[in-house]
T-cell receptor
């Protein structure tokens, strides 16, 4: 158990819809990272927050947004969903802004029908 | 542009033998490298890491080697155990950045 909690575990929705993925970091960790893993691919970095502020951005689509709340949990919002957004979405956390290693949750599997 | 490459999608070894997983990278600005292990339906689990100023790091049965001139990273598991069967990802961090760039993974099967 990494201590990083992601909900829900599975999400099935339709094209054009909007969903919210939630992540609670390990106790004491201030940084949260979001990654997308499409079928048989490596994890693609989406975005990082540190203590409520955005710190780094990867190839995150404009239809996607995220935030980190004062209690340090984070949400990833995906809107106008397309079939190609079907993937595993992982959240990771670490104590500091650039501190490694990152510890991962078990992911949310998003299926777009 | 795939900056971190794991060219072997799968590897099968006998229990007790050595498993060697390889990773190549192209960006000379990477300053920190990590290996993660992933079981089905679980998130990646951190295994071992190495800074770019070192060429070897050891932790129990796991050793990571870094050859900067060749831009090559390898993970050695000795002796291999059936419980080591999983997908292994190498990842790299760009100096002054916070994101990790992952390879596509190698599926290791350790046969009893």
């Amino acid at each position: 158990d990494s201590g990083v909690t992601q909900t829900p575990k599975h999400l099935i929705t339709a094209t054009g819809q909007r969903v919210t993925l939630r992540c609670s970091p390990r106790s004491g960790d201030l940084s949260v990272y979001w990654y997308q893993q499409s079928l048989d691919q490596g994890l693609q970095f989406l975005i990082q927050y540190y203590n409520g502020e955005e710190r780094a951005k990867g190839n995150i689509l404009e239809r996607f947004s995220a935030q980190q709340f004062p209690d340090l949990h984070s949400e990833l919002n995906l809107s106008s969903l397309e079939l190609g957004d079907s993937a595993l979405y992982f959240c990771a956390s670490s104590p500091g802004a650039g501190y490694q290693p990152q510890h991962f949750g078990d992911g949310t599997r998003l299926s777009i029908l | 542009d795939q900056q971190v490459k794991q060219n072997s999608p799968s590897l099968s070894v006998q229990e007790g033998r050595i498993s060697i997983l390889n990773c190549d990278y192209t960006n000379s600005m990477f300053d920190y490298f990590l290996w993660y292990k992933k079981y089905p339906a679980e998130g990646p689990t951190f295994l071992i890491s190495i800074s770019s100023i070192k060429d070897k790091n050891e932790d129990g049965r796991f050793t990571v080697f870094l050859n900067k001139s060749a831009k090559h990273l390898s993970l050695h598991i000795v002796p291999s155990q059936p419980g080591d069967s999983a997908v292994y990802f190498c990842a790299a961090r760009v100096d002054s950045s916070y994101k990790l760039i992952f390879g596509s993974g190698t599926r290791l099967l350790v046969r009893p």
